[in-house]
């Protein structure tokens, strides 16, 4: 096949790639406008990240900006990927937001493993994350050590959940095996997992985030507050 043919098969490609998610987009879309509150529950969401950052920043907290910008974007990329089906890949940027999340606790305290992360000459891996998140001062004052330790185990389950998504350790976590993968067409079941994921795992860091930052969250303003608890 002569790479003049390839390109205009690409160009004609491109054109069809376009219409089949734009056609599942609509079908997402509908679904959301079908029902408000499950628009307002998914879409909330989007928002917690973003006003973690704001209420922080008005404490002169700015220093691990580009995390809680980075974790935004995955909460959104996961959001909005999953209007065009790409669920596997949805639930790929969840993953990010876990790892990222509980690096930015880390980092709080570990300016200097900050700065060297940033250039990518440092890397700490997610169990001792964990262990370390576990035994944190700032969550022993706040909660007892069997709350933050089922916490922490509900986050490191998704967390390996989603690792198996990218790693496709079977079909079942193949893109290709889902029903709206295979027929273009927009299946409850399938946005249902997805949704379930998608709003617990936010959940659970949003909660991780309360206990670590308690002190500073009573002094943010009542509208962050309103976002951060609803």
Not at 145 to 161: G, P, S
Not at 184 to 200: G, L, Q
Request: hydrophobic share 35%; charged share 25%.
């Amino acid at each position: 096949m002569s790479k003049s043919i390839i390109i205009n098969n690409a160009k004609e490609d491109i054109g069809l790639y376009a219409n089949d998610f734009q056609s599942f987009f609509e079908q997402t879309k509908q679904h959301y406008f079908q029902d408000d509150e499950i628009l307002f529950q998914c879409y909330l969401k989007t928002l917690i990240f973003k006003n973690w950052k704001e209420g922080l920043n008005h404490l002169n907290i700015n220093n691990l900006d580009s995390l809680f910008d980075e974790i935004h974007n995955d909460i959104n990329s996961s959001f909005y990927l999953s209007t065009f089906g790409l669920y596997r890949t949805a639930k790929m940027h969840l993953r990010s937001s876990i790892e990222l999340s509980l690096q930015l606790i880390y980092f709080f305290d570990h300016n200097i493993e900050f700065k060297q992360w940033e250039k990518g000459d440092f890397v700490i891996k997610h169990n001792i994350l964990s262990e370390y998140i576990k035994k944190h001062p700032h969550l022993e004052e706040t909660q007892d050590k069997a709350t933050i330790d089922e916490l922490m185990t509900k986050i490191t389950k998704k967390w390996k959940h989603f690792s198996k998504h990218i790693h496709a350790e079977s079909l079942s976590y193949f893109q290709t095996e889902s029903s709206s993968n295979s027929t273009n067409v927009f299946a409850i079941r399938d946005f249902n997992i997805w949704k379930k994921d998608f709003i617990e795992t936010i959940d659970l860091l949003n909660i991780l985030l309360s206990y670590f930052f308690s002190k500073q969250l009573v002094q943010f303003s009542t509208s962050v507050k309103k976002i951060l608890k609803d």
